[in-house]
């Protein structure tokens, strides 16, 4: 927030404020923040020279002043009108009470907490100008409010040029005019003009007697005859500009059988409130001016004037009587400076202050510039510091030394931390907590321990100026934090726990007193990271064995593939075969024990242990909570779109009755019919009734699971994201020959186990393949020859489950080594292996993952569109032999795009499932992306113009953000805000409405497209601004750091080079450089940041456009939203509940509701804030028939399911392992080994 000033500061600025120079001095004196005092700088004037000095006066008439004694009330309003007796400007001051009720403690001497008010700008009314001239004597409103948080005082102050111009005085007054006025005088008059010219004050004279008649009509009066021989000679024809100005009328009219002119005065209303601003309030300025210039004459110019003198009371005291600050605490023997015209030192005008303030003022002031601009707190404190100086105060001498006690610091000081550190102070905003950090380290580690204590010490004033935790406590030299206790053993958070111990083995034998402070490090990093290992050695000082991840759980039981469920009777008989009590054993078990539970997460407990209740996620009831859908390998996105489909009640209902909408595959039933203006062959007919049949049998599973969460299909992910007809061919191997596995499967019936293969046999499998693989073979080729299309190897499903989180496979070396003893060697093993690996399904999730990786959110949705209606027979024949269907109805729309070239006008009409809009890399409302997408533009190659409009509008209109851009070839992931709204209204974008046709909407959208290409113009030039060579600066920073470098090139060449030596460098830059640099980089900064504004009041002005066109609401639906960047991210959907009226979040398997609606539509601040990839809204009067968020019907867990059916309905036969009978270990005998004694 900007700093403020005390009603008396107010006062004084508005005292010396003159709008005429306000340009060429650079800033407003009465609402910009005074710059900064720099006592190495040339002094500035604090007034420019040429501003008026104003001597106000009251204007009683327009006025509503104070009453002596009577405090204001919440329904009070006071009015000073003014005008200046030097300039002639007019300055009301409007003090209103009224604005907010609920503040009901005014500023002034009878607060005890807010002596005086303290106002904020606010903003300006009548902004607008045109050109600079017009600008500069513009009228303006100027409105502030009072800082207090129980004060409802705000103030508007106007200023208005005078009614005459200089120009206008000199048509009045100039003697040569008034000459040739009489002599033109003569000739239209004749005999009957005068016979003397007039006088130089006879205008303003005779035109204040016109002007005083006219607020008090008399008979007789109201006419003045052109020819009248005293108005001929002064007026004439030349002040006929003026009189109208006024209010004068000039009418022809007719006497004696000819035409004569006559003027007649103006006839303003009775007297009505001071409040209002109306013609007699006009005329009274005028007679305020005339009055002015009138005595400005010498007295023995205006002998025999009809003009009586008006003196009215100076505006002064009335405006401190309005303001609350006509009797404040002043200190002894000091005076206002605007009684003197000397000027108060800059910190006063810093802090909001004037010099004759008392102490206790001075600290009020003080404390409220740094309440309400926290960001220069450091700067005001410099200003007290320095008044208590200046002013030899005790009282503020003390304040200053219990502020600073408690961490407050000067801008003077913290600039001298800056530079201790060899940072510009004037790159202290873009510089972060951790560059700081790391010039603090670097120093301390080549320092004595006295120059380490400066260093900590001015780190500590940092800590305290940027009020940064993390500074203060690298300052205080405690490790508290896991960052901090990181940093202090030089490690990246990203290590292992290894590294700890070695870099703590370092540390102590350097400096063997900072043991205790690295053992506390270690305990910290310990906890932090939840590490027993960390722990143990932190007691112990050695490091216990490592921590067995879940990824060598399953391949110690030689398992590839952890998305499919595993028979526990299978591990329990692998476990048996290791020893009880042995090492190897004790491993297994740990090993059996992860992959239990993780088996339970991912299936259910009921699949581990069929006797235990599920575990339960929340305590929703299950018939009234939609279910969570698990993520099996990024798919995050698709389960989101799963779950908006869900909602949509017609297509769940089409899909739950499919069989019913089945199209035939035959040649015949074929023929001619097109989805995607393709035709659709029979292969595709039959891929997309198979995903139709796993989307029935998934949306069936999430209305009847007796479970909070389901897992969608493999075959439905891969239907999903693979753009394939036969997605399963693609992804089989050729057959294998079993005699190369490790496993030797069984004897009637029992399982078979041997040793380990020799290692020349081991070579060409590497640890990390597959079971069944064959990898760099000269004999044989690739059994996953699909795979061989990338560089990269192969994935394996242990990589393929942590891939959504962004998590790295372990390396080589994290694998469990096998077990150092084998177990006993049964007989020769049948031919048909008992288990085979699931290999295939690995395959196919890596493809689900490589096709969600490179696929666009919009082209997921078209796809599982297009499916549907492959499979489905249509009702219809659309445009262009297009298949009419349920999908078309709902979600697609239609778009006519008209073309206007020199040749005539082109319609294209054009069906679309989604809008596709941008943000412009910009914080933007969704209205202006969607105006930008439908409204004028240039046809490429710049042949014409083009824009869009619906001509039907979809029931569901879904709209896409595109959020990748590319930056000089770069991708860059645009993570800027896009404001929706809870009900969108589609008008504008409609080729007509219930209450507008083509025609009208056509002449709304043309005033929206002129002011629209003025918003281009303007990021246009926003654009040339914000690009150069430097990345992250835009222009003025660029020519601001020029100037800064020129300026300390020529410090260091003055400061530091020799006499002699100067000669052999190259001439130092001349000094008017750097500031030719800095003010073009001020003025270009300025242009920005104006163009940042006139752009947003654009937008704001283009939705207004079509503010009453309401007819055609939408509400909204769904958001789709992400978190990450260009390498990846997370999906997950808010989905409104119309039924129940709320919001609930869609993250994989969690279901929650949201707690606040901010959360969905507000904008998220930080460095990776989550965004909107795609919203969808509904037709309003459909939302109940059309959407149905919650459809549960579970079964309860008791019922009985045939288990064959289940097994049916999960299986497919290349991505799960055959059942497995139970097997008998009991009596397995053994033909090689040593049989345990």
């Not at 064959?774 to 489950?801: G, I, R, Y």
């Not at 410090?1051 to 001349?1070: G, I, N, Y």
Request: hydrophobic share 35%; aromatic share 6%.
């Amino acid at each position: 927030m900007a700093p403020g000033k005390t009603a008396p500061r107010l006062l004084q600025d508005l005292f010396t404020y003159d709008p005429r120079h306000e340009e060429r001095a650079g800033r407003n004196l009465l609402t910009s923040p005074p710059p900064q005092h720099d006592s190495k700088a040339p002094p500035v004037p604090a007034v420019p020279f040429r501003n008026c000095r104003h001597n106000l006066f009251t204007k009683s008439e327009q006025s509503l002043l104070p009453v002596p004694g009577e405090d204001p009330t919440s329904s009070t309003v006071y009015k000073v009108a003014s005008y200046c007796i030097k300039c002639r400007w007019h300055v009301d001051i409007l003090v209103d009470h009224r604005i907010d009720a609920a503040k009901v403690k005014s500023c002034g001497k009878g607060n005890e907490d807010y002596a005086l008010h303290h106002f904020l700008y606010q903003g300006e009314d009548d902004a607008n100008s045109t050109a600079r001239f017009e600008a500069q004597l513009r009228p303006r409103t100027y409105i502030f409010r009072c800082s207090a948080p129980q004060c409802s005082v705000q103030v508007r102050i106007s200023i208005k040029p005078p009614c005459f111009s200089e120009h206008d005085i000199e048509t009045l007054t100039n003697q040569a005019q008034l000459r040739r006025r009489w002599e033109a005088a003569k000739q239209i008059a004749g005999d009957r003009a005068d016979t003397s010219m007039a006088r130089r004050v006879d205008a303003p004279d005779y035109l204040n007697t016109y002007l005083q008649d006219s607020l008090k009509p008399a008979k007789g009066k109201a006419r003045i005859p052109l020819l009248n021989k005293k108005f001929l000679k002064t007026f004439g024809k030349d002040c006929d500009s003026i009189l109208r100005r006024l209010g004068f009328e000039k009418h022809q009219e007719e006497e004696e059988d000819t035409f004569v002119e006559a003027w007649y005065l103006p006839k303003p209303e009775e007297p009505a409130s001071p409040l209002e601003s109306t013609l007699r309030s006009k005329i009274e300025d005028a007679r305020y001016e005339l009055n002015t210039i009138i005595l400005d004459m010498p007295e023995s110019e205006r002998v025999g004037c009809r003009h009586q003198p008006m003196y009215p009371t100076p505006s002064r005291g009335d405006m401190e009587r309005a303001l609350a600050c006509a009797d404040y605490a002043k200190a002894k023997e000091r005076e206002t400076r605007s009684t003197n015209h000397e000027e108060d030192h800059p910190y006063y005008a810093s802090l909001g202050a004037v010099g004759d303030f008392d102490d206790s003022l001075i600290l009020f002031a003080f404390s409220r510039q740094g309440a309400v601009d926290i960001e220069n707190k450091a700067y005001y404190f410099e200003c007290l510091q320095d008044l208590a100086t200046g002013r030899q105060s005790d009282m503020l001498g003390m304040q200053v030394a219990m502020l600073a006690s408690q961490g407050l610091t000067s801008k003077r000081e913290a600039e001298r931390a800056y530079q201790y550190f060899g940072i510009d102070p004037t790159h202290a905003s873009v510089i972060g907590d951790d560059h700081i950090i790391g010039c603090f380290r670097s120093r301390l580690a080549d320092v004595s321990v006295i120059q380490a204590e400066e260093a900590r010490k001015q780190l500590r004033v940092l800590g305290d100026v940027r009020e940064s935790d993390k500074i203060r406590a690298e300052a205080s030299g405690s490790i508290e934090t896991y960052e901090q206790a990181m940093a202090f053993f030089d490690l990246d958070p990203s290590v292992a726990d290894d590294f700890v111990p070695t870099m703590y083995s370092l540390k102590t034998q350097d400096n063997p007193s900072s043991i205790e402070t690295a053992r506390k490090a270690v305990e910290i990093i310990a906890e932090t990271r939840n590490s027993e290992r960390l722990r143990h050695f932190a007691k112990f000082g050695t490091m216990s064995d490592p921590e067995m991840d879940i990824g060598d759980a399953y391949a110690l039981f030689d398992q590839t593939d952890r998305t499919v469920p595993l028979d526990p009777a299978v591990l329990e008989s692998v476990l048996s075969t290791y020893e009880i009590g042995t090492s190897e054993r004790l491993r297994m078990e740990k090993a059996h024990a992860l992959i239990q539970y993780d088996q339970s997460q991912r299936f259910g407990d009921n699949h581990v242990n069929p006797k235990r209740s599920e575990f339960r996620r929340n305590l929703y009831p299950l018939d009234k909570w939609p279910v969570g859908l698990r993520n099996i390998g990024n798919t995050c996105y698709l389960n989101s779109v799963l779950q908006f489909l869900f909602t949509i009640k017609p297509l769940r209902d089409l899909i739950l009755d499919i069989e019913k909408h089945m199209q035939d595959p035959s040649p015949e039933a074929l023929n001619n019919k097109k989805v995607g203006r393709m035709l659709v062959t029979a292969e595709r007919v039959l891929t997309a009734q198979k995903f139709v049949r796993e989307l029935r049998a998934l949306f069936e599973q999430m209305t009847t699971a007796s479970t909070e969460t389901v897992q969608p299909a493999i075959d439905l992910a891969s239907l999903a994201l693979c753009k394939s007809d036969t997605p399963v061919e693609s992804t089989q191997s050729p057959p294998m020959d079993t005699t190369d596995r490790t496993g030797l499967g069984t004897i009637d019936g029992a399982v078979v186990s041997g040793p380990m293969l020799p290692p020349a046999a081991m070579q060409s499998i590497p640890a990390e393949a597959p079971a069944g693989s064959v990898v760099n073979s000269d004999e044989a080729k690739p059994a996953d020859s699909v795979m061989d299309d990338t560089d990269a190897a192969p994935v394996t499903s242990a990589d393929l489950v942590m891939a959504d989180d962004g998590s790295a496979s372990k390396s080589e070396s994290d694998i469990p080594a096998p077990p150092t003893r084998p177990p006993p060697i049964p007989p020769r093993a049948d031919p048909k292996p008992a288990m085979k690996p699931a290999v295939q399904s690995s395959t196919k999730i890596g493809r689900i993952e490589e096709s969600a990786r490179q696929q666009d959110a919009a082209e997921v949705m078209a796809n599982i569109f297009d499916l549907i209606s492959c499979a489905i027979t249509g009702d219809s024949i659309l445009r262009e032999g297009e298949q009419g269907d349920a999908i078309k109805k709902l979600f697609f729309g239609d778009v006519t795009t008209v073309m206007e070239k020199p040749d005539g006008v082109q319609k294209v009409q054009e069906l679309r499932d989604h809008f596709l809009v941008a943000t412009g890399q910009r914080d933007r409302s969704l209205y202006a992306t969607l105006d930008e997408d439908f409204g004028l533009g240039e046809i490429e190659g710049g042949s014409g113009t083009r824009y869009d409009y619906v001509e039907q509008a979809a029931p569901i209109q879904i709209i896409n953000v595109k959020r990748l851009q590319f930056n000089k070839g770069q991708p860059v992931y645009d993570h800027s805000h896009i404001g929706l709204e809870k009900t969108m209204y589609l008008d504008r974008y409609l080729a007509r409405t219930p209450t507008l046709d083509e025609a009208q909407l056509l002449e709304l959208r043309k005033a929206q497209w002129a002011k629209q290409k003025e918003l281009r113009e303007l990021d246009a030039k926003r654009t040339k601004l914000q690009t150069t060579g430097m990345e992250g600066m835009n222009l003025p920073d660029c020519l601001k750091a020029a100037g800064d470098f020129v300026e300390s090139l020529a410090t260091e060449k003055a400061e530091h080079e020799p006499v002699s030596s100067r000669q052999d460098f190259l001439p130092t830059p001349p000094p008017e450089l750097c500031d030719a640099l800095q003010t073009r980089a001020t003025n270009l900064a300025a242009d920005l940041s104006g163009i940042d504004g006139q752009m947003t009041t654009l937008e704001s002005e283009i939705n207004t456009v079509f503010k009453d066109c309401t007819s055609v609401p939408y509400r909204l639906h769904a958001v789709f939203t992400h978190r990450g960047d260009v390498k990846g991210g997370h999906y997950w959907i808010y989905i409104y509940d119309f039924q129940n009226n709320d919001w609930r979040v869609y993250n994989d398997e969690q279901v929650d509701p949201v707690v606040e609606e901010g959360i969905v539509l507000d904008k998220e601040e930080g460095s990776r804030p989550k965004v909107s990839t795609g919203v969808v809204y509904v037709r309003a009067d459909l939302v109940d028939e059309y959407t149905e968020a919650v459809c549960r019907r579970p079964e309860k867990p008791g019922e009985d399911v045939p288990a064959d059916v289940e097994m049916k309905d999960a299986v497919l036969a290349d991505d799960t392992m055959p059942a497995l009978e139970p097997a008998d270990l009991k009596d397995v005998p053994v033909i090689e080994g040593v049989e345990k004694e």
